[in-house]
Structures are given as C-alpha cells and as structure tokens.
C-alpha cells in the first residue's frame, strides 16, 4: 500500500505506528539527499534502493519525514493509527467526506443487519443546534432543520403504507392479553411554551381497550384530548364501539342519545308523522298538536295542516289594554276594530284632537294647540353672571335688587331664531345680556323687557338682535299712549298731535309768537298784541310793533341820552354789531365788541347770528389720572377726555350729561408702562364704530387718541377715528 507522506524539517515517523510486517516501504519521489535524512530512534537501520524503495527495520524506529508525498505500499496501520490532514477515500475503506451527514449521504444510506440492533436512543438530527432532551422511552429522534416542518415520511408501491402501533401485556419472553381500560397506543402532541416544552402532553388520540381482550373479543374505545383556551385543563371525548354504533360519550346520556346541552335531544325515538319536540321543564317530548274547537288537524309525513272546521268561531277574545276590541269573530276569523292607546305605542286619537292625545302635523307640517308651556325661569338678583346652555330654559325674570348678568349660549348649539326673554322686574338694578364671547349685547334697566333673537350661528358668540317692549307703566287705548317715564333725548314723534297736558303744543302748525292758554292748544300771532303785555307803564298802550323808548332806564341805566349813563344790562341781544367808543364799560368787563383790539374779559352767554371771527375757543379738558378701573367721561363738561397713567385695566363707560346731536369728544388715553386691556360699553347711549376699530389694549406708553361724535337719532357716539402713538 502507498502511503503520502510529507517530511517536515527535523520532523521524524515513529516506527511504533507502523505494523512490524510492514516489510519494504515505498517512498515515493525519495532522493538521496532526503533519504540520507531517514533515522532510527531504535537504533534499527533503513536501508533503500535506488528506486526509492526503503526496508523499515524490524525494532521501533523513527522516520523523517520530508516535504514531498511519497508512497507506502504493502504495508497495513496498526489498530488505532490515525490520519491528519487528508480525507481517507470510500476505496480505501474511508468515507470520503469530512462530516457525518455527508457521510451517510457519500455510502447511500446504512444497511442494518438483523444481527446488528441499536442498543441506544437514535437520533436524525437535521438542525445545527443539539437536540431536545427526549421523553422517557423514546427509540428513535427525528429534529429537522429551523423553519422546517418535520415529518416522517413511509413510502410504499403497490401496498398501503402504515403505521403500526402494537401493545401486549406480560413480557417480551412471555407475552398477555390486553386489559379492559388499558391504553394500546396513543398519539401525543406537546408544545414549547415560554420556557420549555410542556410538561404533559396537550392534545392526543388514545386508544383503550374497552374490554378484557381475547382472540375473539376486542372491544377498543378512541379518546380525543385537548386543551381549554387560556390554561392547561385538559378535555376529552370517547367513541365506544360496545353498542356498535360509534357516538360521542361526554354528548350522549345512558341511552346513546346527544344530551340537550351537548345541543342534542336526549331522544331516541323516531317522530311519528306530526309530532314536535315540546319542552317538558327537563327535555323534550314528542307529541303532537291537539286540535281546539272549530280546529281540524291532519298530521302527514313532514307536514301539519290545520283548517276551521264547523261555525263556532272564536269562542272568547280579548285585545288586553291595546284599546282594540273584536269587530267580528265567526269560523276562526278575528277581525279588531279601535284605536291603539298611546300607553301601547299608539296615539289614543284618530285625528289630531282630544286631551291626552300626541300632537299631529297636518299637511302643511304645522301643528295647531290651545297653549304651549315654555320653560320660565324666576331669578332673584345676585348681582352674579348665570351662563346659559342649549338646554336652558329661555324666559327670565329677576327680581330683587343688585342687578344680574346672562351669558347667552355657544350660538353654534343653537337653531338661527332661538329667542330669549328678559324682564328686569327688580326695584334697582340692571340685566345685562352677553354674547357667549362676554360681550354685552343688551343693558336693561328696571321694569323694562327685552327680546335676544340670535340671527346668525356660524362662531360662538353668534350675532344678535335685541327688542324692547313696553314696560308695565305704559298703557295704551285706541289712539293714546300712556307714558308717565321719560322719553329720552332725540326721540320724535310722528303722525299725532302731543297735547298741552303731556308736554306738546296740541297743535299741528303753529307760525309766529306762540300763547298758551291752560290746557287748551296753543295759538300763534305774527304779533304780540299789546293787552298781553302787562307792567309796562305808558308804553302798554303804545302800538306793539313800533314802541318807542326816550327817556327812562332800565335796569339803572338811562336809555336814549345824549351821553349814557353807567349801569350794566343783565342780559343783552344783538341782530347786528353793537359798537361804540368805550361800549365795553357798559357790561361789566366784557371782551370789546366791535372795537380793533378786543378786550380782555367773559361773557356769560354769547349769542349770535353771524360768525364769531378772529377768535379763540379753548377746548374744555376732562381727566382721570391713576387706577380707576371704570371710566366715565364728562359729555356735558368736556371736549377732550384725557386718561393718563392708567394703573389697571379699563373699562369705558358712556359719556355723562346730555349730548347734542353732532357734539364732538376726544378721548386720549395711556397707560403708566404696562399695557392695559380696554373694555368698551356698546350699549345705547355709548359708543358705536363707524369705518374704523375700538382698541382692546394699550401698547406701554403709547397714547391712544378715539374720535367720538354724537349721534342723536341713533342716540349713540359713533367712533369715526383711531389711532395710536408710533
């Protein structure tokens, strides 16, 4: 036999591991330089011929190797001798191959003899982890690759592939017969939980002897076994075979039958033709239907019809509290008449009429009533804000004193035309009625009434339309109207008459100097007739349009001299320019009237029906200094408002006094370094924008300047200009 070899400097071949028979040993591509290197560690000698054939010595000795392979022929390794490094081929007994798979699969297979049987757990083991630890009595383990279903695969050709699962009681030496309730075989499933596999199997198929076996009695019952949802409990079912019929055990009763509550009948027997199952308080029985009075029944197979029978009809009937009564009942016919109540769903009613009956729209969807009972809601007066919701009542009255504020619903919950309803019934004290965003939208002073109509719903606060009703002091009759309030400044009257005794004239023109004469309509002359002139002296009788004075004085001051006296009028009128030399002694201080330079000096009042020229008009000054939080300007008093240092936040209030129809007022305001919030009264009789926007904050130490003229028909100062410090 050839050995390869490979000679690695000062490397040596023990002889130990080669066989003393070997005899000669061929070394192949051996020259004699390398065979100059072979040793005896023994002390035996080599010996080789120019062939490269070398004789092994028959003591233990040592070959060195060298780098080339050569060849050992006619020599055999003794028992045990290993090789390193090259793979022994299938022709020289090896297997060819590196690995045991490779191996098994290289030879095609192992062939077992009869003679030689496994001693040992045998394992096929495909995957590249170890195998499982296996179940007590296992023969032979089968573990296939991650991923991959395993299976045990039987092929047969031309006969039927089996399984076959044998049991026999005893030993193997002296085998015995199979015992009722003894398993034969069984297949079990086990499972890896979290941690490991399952302790016991969770699902299997047993079968079990169901008698004591003999050659000719072999009764065998199959167990099913499973596993509940959720937990390790396990369940079962048998199929017997003792009555030869297979059926489920855990469904069936003592009888064979499936149970009722395995969703059987707990019956074996075959329903005659018309028979039903009938509940019994404990199962079923089978009976058929018996037939009443006027009632023929004819039972066939898979079929009950039931006919009248005869003319005694419906012997009784009663429709309960329906309100349905029967009309007619003859030969099993029933026909009810009436109309259904409401307390079974009805509407008590056949037409939208009648107490306790529902509410029917007629064809026009409209519904007629005698009255409808709103929600109404009496208030005492807290001087709080109640926030109302789509769910709140909508007529309010508060009484009391103090004053209460309505915060109106979120106008997006309601319908466009919800209207609310608000009577200041207290004896001091307003309503004040907001929008869902805080802002006022209606003030109510006592006694008064006033209706919110919401008009439009597309954000919170919605917009809202107020009206007012007369209040309890007011009366009317066909042509009058009692008012014993006040009618505010700008209103008109139009269409009537206002008579002497409410404050008018009681006439309809009147055209030049105007005579009251008690209650009667005033009259009117172009003159004042001299017999209504009384105290005049001698002048009375004078004519009334041409009165002369010479002489005499009035109020001490002599009227018509040469040279007038000293003395003061109280009061002096002019229709054209009142000039003189030294005119202004005459009125105690006055500025000069007339003159080149005027005088310095006040008029009390000044009247005139041309223009005022070259004159200066100071401008009347109000203001408010520090933390009044609620300002009010002075209408009647100034013609700017000034609101400086403002320490808190600011509401503004309407102007005070009585306004004339185009007064102009100026507001200026700012704050002591720190912005302000600015709050704006919006009801009647304050403040409306008019092209422009009110500020709502102030900017630290800017001043804010509002333009504000009145507007006496719509009885508000409309805000025409705004604007702020750079």
Same mark, same amino acid.
């Given at each position: 036999?050839?050995?390869?070899?490979?000679?690695?400097?000062?490397?040596?071949?023990?002889?130990?591991?080669?066989?003393?028979?070997?005899?000669?040993?061929?070394?192949?591509?051996?020259?004699?330089?390398?065979?100059?290197?072979?040793?005896?560690?023994?002390?035996?000698?080599?010996?080789?011929?120019?062939?490269?054939?070398?004789?092994?010595?028959?003591?233990?000795?040592?070959?060195?190797?060298?780098?080339?392979?050569?060849?050992?022929?006619?020599?055999?390794?003794?028992?045990?001798?290993?090789?390193?490094?090259?793979?022994?081929?299938?022709?020289?007994?090896?297997?060819?191959?590196?690995?045991?798979?490779?191996?098994?699969?290289?030879?095609?297979?192992?062939?077992?003899?009869?003679?030689?049987?496994?001693?040992?757990?045998?394992?096929?083991?495909?995957?590249?982890?170890?195998?499982?630890?296996?179940?007590?009595?296992?023969?032979?383990?089968?573990?296939?690759?991650?991923?991959?279903?395993?299976?045990?695969?039987?092929?047969?050709?031309?006969?039927?592939?089996?399984?076959?699962?044998?049991?026999?009681?005893?030993?193997?030496?002296?085998?015995?017969?199979?015992?009722?309730?003894?398993?034969?075989?069984?297949?079990?499933?086990?499972?890896?939980?979290?941690?490991?596999?399952?302790?016991?199997?969770?699902?299997?198929?047993?079968?079990?002897?169901?008698?004591?076996?003999?050659?000719?009695?072999?009764?065998?019952?199959?167990?099913?076994?499973?596993?509940?949802?959720?937990?390790?409990?396990?369940?079962?079912?048998?199929?017997?075979?003792?009555?030869?019929?297979?059926?489920?055990?855990?469904?069936? &009763? %003592?009888? $064979?039958? +499936? !149970?009722?509550? #395995?969703? @059987? *009948?707990?019956?074996?027997? /075959?329903?005659?033709? =018309?028979?039903?199952?009938?509940?019994?308080?404990?199962?079923?029985?089978?009976?058929?239907?018996?037939?009443?009075?006027?009632?023929?029944?004819? &039972? %066939?197979? $898979?079929? +009950? !019809?039931?006919? #009248?029978? @005869? *003319?005694?009809?419906?012997? /009784?009937?009663?429709? =309960?509290?329906?309100?349905?009564?029967?009309?007619?009942?003859?030969?099993?016919?029933?026909?009810?008449?009436?109309?259904?109540?409401?307390?079974?769903?009805?509407? $008590?009613?056949?037409?939208?009429?009648?107490?306790?009956?529902?509410?029917?729209?007629?064809?026009?969807?409209?519904?007629?009533?005698?009255?409808?009972?709103?929600?109404?809601?009496?208030?005492?007066?807290?001087?709080?804000?109640?926030?109302?919701?789509?769910?709140?009542?909508?007529?309010?009255?508060?009484?009391?004193?103090?004053?209460?504020?309505?915060?109106?619903?979120?106008?997006?919950?309601?319908?466009?035309?919800?209207?609310?309803?608000?009577?200041?019934?207290?004896?001091?004290?307003?309503?004040?009625?907001?929008?869902?965003?805080?802002?006022?939208?209606?003030?109510?002073?006592?006694?008064?009434?006033?209706?919110?109509?919401?008009?439009?719903?597309?954000?919170?606060?919605?917009?809202?339309?107020?009206?007012?009703?007369?209040?309890?002091?007011?009366?009317?009759?066909?042509?009058?109207?009692?008012?014993?309030?006040?009618?505010?400044?700008?209103?008109?009257?139009?269409?009537?008459?206002?008579?002497?005794?409410?404050?008018?004239?009681?006439?309809?023109?009147?055209?030049?100097?105007?005579?009251?004469?008690?209650?009667?309509?005033?009259?009117?002359?172009?003159?004042?007739?001299?017999?209504?002139?009384?105290?005049?002296?001698?002048?009375?009788?004078?004519?009334?349009?041409?009165?002369?004075?010479?002489?005499?004085?009035?109020?001490?001051?002599?009227?018509?001299?040469?040279?007038?006296?000293?003395?003061?009028?109280?009061?002096?009128?002019?229709?054209?320019?009142?000039?003189?030399?030294?005119?202004?002694?005459?009125?105690?201080?006055?500025?000069?009237?007339?003159?080149?330079?005027?005088?310095?000096?006040?008029?009390?009042?000044?009247?005139?029906?041309?223009?005022?020229?070259?004159?200066?008009?100071?401008?009347?000054?109000?203001?408010?200094?520090?933390?009044?939080?609620?300002?009010?300007?002075?209408?009647?008093?100034?013609?700017?408002?000034?609101?400086?240092?403002?320490?808190?936040?600011?509401?503004?209030?309407?102007?005070?006094?009585?306004?004339?129809?185009?007064?102009?007022?100026?507001?200026?305001?700012?704050?002591?370094?720190?912005?302000?919030?600015?709050?704006?009264?919006?009801?009647?009789?304050?403040?409306?924008?008019?092209?422009?926007?009110?500020?709502?904050?102030?900017?630290?130490?800017?001043?804010?300047?509002?333009?504000?003229?009145?507007?006496?028909?719509?009885?508000?100062?409309?805000?025409?200009?705004?604007?702020?410090?750079?």
């Amino acid at each position: 036999m050839a050995i390869p070899y490979t000679f690695a400097t000062g490397g040596v071949i023990y002889a130990s591991q080669i066989n003393s028979n070997f005899g000669a040993v061929a070394l192949t591509n051996l020259s004699n330089t390398n065979a100059a290197s072979l040793t005896s560690a023994g002390g035996g000698t080599f010996t080789f011929n120019t062939t490269g054939t070398i004789t092994v010595p028959s003591t233990t000795d040592t070959l060195v190797g060298r780098a080339t392979t050569d060849t050992l022929t006619n020599k055999t390794l003794s028992t045990g001798s290993t090789w390193s490094g090259n793979v022994i081929g299938i022709s020289s007994g090896g297997t060819g191959q590196t690995t045991a798979g490779a191996a098994l699969t290289a030879l095609g297979g192992i062939s077992v003899s009869s003679a030689n049987i496994f001693t040992a757990v045998q394992k096929v083991n495909l995957n590249a982890a170890s195998p499982p630890a296996v179940i007590t009595g296992t023969l032979l383990q089968l573990v296939q690759a991650n991923t991959v279903a395993a299976g045990l695969l039987v092929d047969s050709f031309a006969a039927n592939p089996s399984i076959n699962l044998r049991r026999a009681d005893g030993t193997g030496a002296a085998p015995s017969a199979v015992q009722s309730g003894e398993s034969i075989a069984a297949l079990n499933a086990y499972g890896y939980g979290a941690t490991g596999y399952s302790a016991a199997r969770r699902g299997s198929i047993n079968w079990a002897a169901s008698e004591n076996w003999t050659d000719t009695a072999q009764g065998t019952a199959v167990t099913i076994t499973g596993t509940t949802a959720g937990g390790t409990s396990a369940y079962t079912f048998t199929i017997p075979t003792s009555s030869g019929t297979a059926m489920l055990n855990d469904f069936s &009763n %003592a009888s $064979g039958a +499936i !149970t009722i509550a #395995a969703g @059987g *009948t707990g019956l074996t027997t /075959t329903p005659a033709n =018309g028979q039903l199952l009938i509940g019994n308080g404990v199962g079923y029985t089978l009976s058929t239907l018996t037939a009443g009075s006027g009632v023929t029944i004819t &039972n %066939a197979a $898979g079929s +009950i !019809t039931l006919t #009248a029978s @005869g *003319t005694a009809g419906v012997g /009784t009937f009663s429709a =309960g509290t329906t309100g349905f009564t029967p009309n007619t009942a003859t030969a099993g016919t029933v026909t009810l008449a009436g109309t259904l109540n409401v307390a079974n769903g009805g509407t $008590g009613v056949t037409a939208s009429t009648g107490a306790s009956s529902v509410v029917l729209r007629d064809a026009n969807q409209n519904i007629t009533t005698n009255y409808l009972f709103a929600g109404y809601s009496n208030v005492a007066a807290a001087g709080t804000t109640t926030t109302l919701t789509a769910s709140s009542v909508f007529n309010y009255t508060v009484t009391g004193s103090g004053g209460q504020t309505f915060k109106l619903p979120d106008a997006t919950t309601l319908a466009v035309g919800s209207t609310y309803i608000f009577n200041n019934n207290q004896s001091s004290g307003t309503i004040i009625a907001q929008n869902n965003s805080s802002t006022t939208i209606v003030t109510l002073q006592s006694g008064s009434i006033a209706y919110v109509t919401l008009l439009t719903n597309s954000i919170a606060a919605g917009t809202w339309d107020t009206h007012y009703e007369l209040p309890s002091n007011v009366s009317w009759s066909t042509n009058t109207l009692t008012w014993t309030g006040t009618i505010a400044s700008g209103t008109t009257w139009n269409g009537n008459v206002i008579s002497v005794l409410y404050g008018g004239t009681g006439a309809a023109t009147l055209t030049g100097y105007v005579k009251g004469s008690g209650t009667s309509a005033l009259t009117a002359s172009a003159t004042i007739p001299n017999t209504d002139i009384s105290g005049l002296g001698t002048i009375s009788t004078q004519a009334a349009n041409s009165v002369a004075i010479t002489g005499g004085a009035i109020n001490s001051t002599t009227v018509g001299a040469t040279t007038a006296s000293t003395g003061a009028f109280t009061t002096l009128s002019a229709s054209s320019t009142v000039s003189g030399t030294g005119f202004s002694t005459y009125l105690a201080s006055p500025p000069a009237i007339g003159g080149s330079a005027a005088a310095a000096g006040t008029f009390t009042t000044l009247t005139a029906t041309t223009n005022i020229n070259s004159t200066r008009i100071n401008p009347r000054i109000g203001t408010t200094t520090g933390a009044a939080a609620g300002i009010t300007p002075t209408g009647d008093t100034s013609d700017q408002y000034n609101v400086t240092a403002a320490g808190v936040n600011l509401t503004i209030n309407a102007p005070s006094g009585t306004p004339v129809n185009g007064q102009k007022l100026t507001l200026r305001i700012v704050d002591n370094g720190t912005a302000r919030t600015l709050t704006w009264t919006v009801t009647s009789g304050a403040y409306r924008v008019v092209g422009t926007t009110l500020p709502t904050t102030t900017v630290a130490n800017k001043t804010i300047y509002v333009g504000c003229i009145y507007n006496a028909e719509a009885i508000f100062w409309d805000v025409v200009a705004v604007t702020q410090q750079a």
